[in-house]
Structures are given as structure tokens and as C-alpha cells.
């Protein structure tokens, strides 16, 4: 850990949990869509819902959308900004199970209607998000380190195919996470490297056969 | 090199015949292979942000989430403007007043540094621009007792907690206080033993302090708290430059903070359900906001 979490990250107040933390789930969602949002749906959890207005938990979520930074001033604005840029959203609460306190649902559509996005997201404190559930699959992204997050068909070898792309760009993999819903469908890696994969190496995986969706999301 | 507890940072710093900030910053050069420009350039721009949050809070009213505090600094401002030159000079006065401005700056959606937390982000910045004022030093010095006071907190975080939600007020603005004071010793010419046991102090105050917000807003206590915890750490300071000891070391002080953040109940630790937050006045203000 760097000593820059204790004094840092600069930040738009009052809270690294509810605001710093909420800002940042928002932008992880926009990362994970990779698509201009028509329509965001924000459902709030717990004392997210209960103290969001007091602490601009919603207007540092659909900042992070816009894709701000904790740091960004637009945070305050971010709803009018919202308006502007022609993303629908809108706020609601709701009661999820055995979730920690401060978690978020984000539904996002685009505007053809052709793709949604769903994530359930929670703030750990400090800052510190983790992402848990991506399209109803179980997760743990916390944006930490540079990750990639990979669409591939469940079948023998696969892993094997993407770690050693990796592996030919002298990529260290610090901590890797594979997932399926069923057999032989669709598999899911979360991938945390020390090193930042360049261009190269993500069009080489996405030309890759059996690769469907490959996404970069920076270390945040 | 590393370190995971104060004596260790402590060891390291007298076996190298330099001050804590010195192997902060190498470590944390280290391990984010960086050079140290490169990390001092990252904390000369929190730094910068420290005084642009000061500056705004000192100056404006500020609109907040609840509207429950926004004009603190500028009303201390006001009245230091009138009070005698030596009140003026005096810096307890000119620490609460940078404390309560950045903490308004925080509650209003502004920028600031958490430290480390963003609802104690006013102490440390109070106690470290208030001495360097007053005793004319240059940014780089500023820098550098951030990264004291960085790296006194980032024992605290193996150890324990930083969040009021686990550990109570206790581990924020005892943290943040603790961290000033150490900062302070250094800033004004004191050892590393020093530093640690103004850590020491400072955090000792404090243990037991309780996080009950009122409305679950970072306003009520939480504002006027940053002022008083900066003064805390300045006294702190000076109680160590004297060679006053602490009796309990650091490292147990953190461990008695831990213990104590456990065994606080739950409706103390930042979910509005006791003290403060469920006075008659604190209901009333939640009903209507």
C-alpha cells in the first residue's frame, strides 16, 4: 500500500466512502461498459440510500459515469453535466441481501438498446471500492492494480491461451480470478497485473479465437 | 527496507541519522519504483490542494450537504480581524481556523487531502501550514513533514483501523491528530523518538472518542472537531520537543486504540444510532433535511 492512501488521495469531500468511493464505482462501471451511456439506472443500498444526498454519494456516481475522477470538481455538477452530455439517469433505492452497506447497483443501457451492463458495487472504505457482481456473475474487481477483464469461451485451454499472451509481453500476473455461470458456455477472468499491458497486447488477445469481450480498466 | 511498527520507522530513522520523513519517503520510492522527485512532486501537489482548500474556507460561506456549520472560518476570521495583534500572531488561533476551513471546504463538495480520512482532512494541513507560517520554511520542509505524518498512519493502517465505521472517532481524528503531532516535532527541529511519542500523546487523548454524526452528515461533530484535534497535536508537539515521554509506547497505544474500537458498540461507530445523532435536536435536524 502506498503511503498516498493515508495522506491522499486529494479528493472532492465530505467522504472517501460515500463520495470518493461512489465516484469511483461510477467511473469502474463506465470503464466496464466501454460504450456511450444512453440510460443509467443508480439503485443505492443501505447507507448509501440513507445519507446519499447529505453526502453527494448520487452526484459523485453519475460523475464517475461521465467518467471523473474523485479529484474532479465536476463532481458537484455532475447532474446538470449529465443533462448536457444526453445520459439519462436516475436514482432510486433499494434493499439488496448480504451486501456490505455502502453498495450501489448500476444498470446501464446504450442507446440502441443493444447491450446493458449490470454491476453491484460496494465502497470498503477509505476509498476503496470492490465490484461483486458483473451481469449477475460473482466478482471481486477493486480496480487496484491494472486489471483486464475477459469474455472467453468455456473450454479447455483457454486460460492457458490468454496467460501466455500475457506472459510473451513480460506481463507478471499478480492475481487471477476465473468464473463460468454453466459448462461450456461463457467464461470470465478478472486479471491484476503489476505491469500495464499496452495497445498490442489487447488487440492481441482481442483477435485471439474464442476471446468475445476483452476490457483494460486502469489501475484507479 | 520496511517498516510495520513505530519503533521500527523510530530504529530506522536514528540507525540512518535522519528523520522519519527521510525513510518514508525512500520506502515508499522503493516500493512504487519512483524517484524521490517523483514522490515528492506527488505530495507538493496534495500540498497545494492543503492550501487552496485553507485559502477557499477562510474566505467564503460555504454551502454543504446539511447546511448545519459553512461559516466557522470566516466568522473566527472575522474576529481575529478585530482581537489584538498577539491574538492575531497567536498560532492555536491560526491552526483552528486553517482546520475549520478545510473541514468546510470538505462538508461543501470542495477538494482536499484526506488524512487520513476525508472527515479529519483539516488537521494535519492546519498544524503543518500554520508552523511553516510562522516559522517562514519553504515548501519542500511542508513536503517533507506530510511524509512523517504520512508514514505514522500507514502503521496505524497495518495495524488497525482508519475508518470511524470500525473504530470509532478514535481512529480518525486520534489518527489524524497523532499524525500531526509527530509531523509537528519534526517541522519544528525535534528527533524521531520525539515525533513518536507526540504520536503517542495525541493519539492517547483521544482513545475512546466516539463517531455519532448527526444526520450521518460530516458536519456535526465532525467540523468543530478538526480544529480542536489540530490544536491537540500542536500541544502534543510541544509536550514531546520538551522531553516529556509518553509512559505507554506508541505501538501499544495503537494496539489499546484497536481494542477499544472493538468493544465500542456498534451505535458508536458512524451509523448515527447513539450520542449525538440521537439527541432531540440531531432527529428534528434529520427529519427536515
Redesign the interface.
Known sequence: ?????????????????H??GAARIGRMAKLLFADKIDRAVVKLHG?FA??A????TD?AIIGGLLGFLP?D?R??SSFELAETEGMEFSIEEVKLREVH?NTAQIILYNKEKTKNLEIVASSI???RIKVTEINGSTVELTGRMPTLWILHQDRPGEVGIITSILGSYKINIAFMQVYRNRKGEIGSCIIEMDDQPNQDVITKLENSEDILQVRYLPRI | MEYATIKELVSLAEAAETSIWKIVLQVEAEEEEMTEAEVRKSMLANLNVMKEAVDYGRKNNIQTGGGLVGDEALKLEKYLTTASKSEQNNIYNKMITYALATAEVNAGMGKIVAGPTAGVSGIVPAVVLAIGEENSLSDQKLVEALFTAAGLGYVVSRKATLAGAAGGCQAECGVGAAMAAGAAVELRGGSPRMAADAFAVALKNLLGLVCDPVAGLVEVPCVKRNAFAAAHAYTASTMALAGIESVIPADEVIMAMTEIGDQMPTCLKETSRGGLAVTPTALKIKQDL
Do not use: K, N, Y
Not at chain 1, 1 to 17: Q, V, Y
Not at chain 1, 53 to 56: D, E
Open positions: 500500500m502506498s503511503i498516498f492512501e493515508i495522506m491522499g488521495p486529494a479528493m472532492i469531500g465530505p467522504s472517501s466512502s463520495t470518493a447507507s440513507d445519507t444526498v447529505g453526502h453527494g452526484r479529484d470538481q463532481l458537484r452497506p472504505g477509505g476509498g
